[in-house]
């Protein structure tokens, strides 16, 4: 049983929309950090948003700020990623993950890191026209 699983990816044209969704089982968001993360062709995997436990801190790579936003439904246990004004240079597998720590400003100092202890398999987004 996957404890993370993404959904939502595909093909989208520049400039366009898509929402990844995180969905997470047996692990509880109350108690987990959830970051986002994302491999582009020919790049090493890189950290692009991260919310902590309580869902009150978030933080952000510099290369989505103010174009991406993370968000959860505890009901639902998902987190999401709102994306918009996409570029091709965002064309990647993007992957959720997860971590037990209890420092409140992990998201802050380790969020956008590979800190994390449980991954996704990864949701392929295509930016092009």
């Known amino acids: 049983q996957s404890l993370l699983v993404e959904s939502g990816g595909g093909l989208v044209q520049p400039g366009g929309s898509l929402t990844l969704s995180c969905t997470v089982s047996v692990l509880d968001l109350r108690e987990h950090h959830i970051g986002w993360f994302r491999r582009s062709p020919g790049k090493e995997r890189e950290g692009i948003s991260c919310?902590?436990?309580?869902?009150?801190?978030?933080n952000y790579a510099d290369s989505v700020k103010g174009r991406f936003t993370i968000s959860r439904d505890h009901a639902k246990k998902t987190v999401y990623l709102q994306m918009s004004s996409l570029k091709p240079e965002d064309t990647a597998i993007y992957y959720c993950a997860a971590v037990w720590n209890p420092r409140s400003y992990f998201c802050q100092e380790d969020g956008l890191k590979e800190r994390y202890h449980y991954w996704g398999q990864g949701t392929q987004v295509t930016v092009s026209l």
């Open positions: 919310m902590d436990y309580t869902g009150l801190s978030t």
